[in-house]
């Protein structure tokens, strides 16, 4: 079974500062994917990789960026935190689209307060 | 323009009995695929079944059906001799392109959330 790893299930941290949330999958995917999901909204894409090094801005990448050195790692970066990223984090990993559509394979989430 | 839609917040079913959650979607795209995602309340997400825009049949996975009316744009799933533990937020989405239009991703809607009465 496809395994995805979030660092934290709970992470609080204060205004203004740099947060990393960590992403690991066990299966050699080359898609990976951070969400943020609020009540009402649904989940939506921040940013995406589909290789290492390469990254893509998803529907809502302001305040956010990304970092792939390895492909089994994808970690997503608040630069300066604010109150309004509060919110529940989800990391995904896929096979790539192409042949067909693959299901994404998501970790437990981070539930990030930022006072 | 909303992409995915779930109009319902909300839904309770018996249990045993058989529930629909709807979901619409809108894209002028002539090859999509449509996923449905479990999220129980420990927070991770379950893949349910998928379904390709080109598919001649309805997709099945066990309990779980997907009721997909192409020239509707719907893709409803179906969830047969409910449990318990199909007590969950349900999510519908849709395979997008990304801003750029030069990679695909999923487009998720709103979500509903079923409650099962025992």
């Known amino acids: 079974d496809v395994k995805v790893t979030q660092s934290s299930r709970y992470l609080v941290k204060r205004t203004g500062e740099k947060v990393f949330l960590e992403c690991v999958q066990d299966m050699d995917h080359e898609n990976m994917f951070w969400y943020r999901q609020d009540p009402g909204l649904g989940l939506r894409l921040i940013y995406f990789?589909?290789?290492?090094?390469?990254?893509e801005k998803g529907d809502i990448p302001e305040g956010y960026s990304v970092s792939r050195e390895k492909k089994e790692r994808f970690s997503l970066i608040l630069e300066s935190a604010s109150t309004n990223q509060t919110s529940m984090y989800l990391c995904?990993?896929?096979?790539?689209?192409?042949?067909?559509?693959?299901?994404?394979?998501f970790g437990d989430g981070t539930r990030l307060s930022i006072l | 323009a909303q992409k995915i839609t779930q109009t319902q917040p909300g839904m309770f079913v018996q249990e045993k009995e058989a529930v629909t959650l709807d979901c619409t979607y809108d894209?002028?795209?002539?090859?999509?695929?449509l996923f449905w995602y479990k999220q129980p309340s420990s927070g991770e997400m379950i893949f349910l079944i998928y379904?390709?825009?080109?598919?001649?049949q309805n997709a099945t996975e066990g309990r779980y059906s997907l009721n997909f009316q192409k020239a509707r744009k719907s893709a409803n799933l179906v969830i047969s001799a409910s449990q318990l533990g199909d007590s969950a937020m349900y999510f519908c989405a849709m395979r997008d392109y990304t801003r750029s239009g030069s990679a695909r991703q999923l487009t998720f809607g709103s979500g509903t959330q079923l409650t099962v009465l025992p």
């Open positions: 894209t002028s795209d002539p090859s999509y695929g």
């Open positions: 990789s589909y290789d290492v090094k390469m990254k």
């Open positions: 995904a990993s896929s096979l790539p689209l192409a042949g067909g559509d693959q299901p994404q394979h």
């Open positions: 379904q390709g825009s080109y598919d001649q």
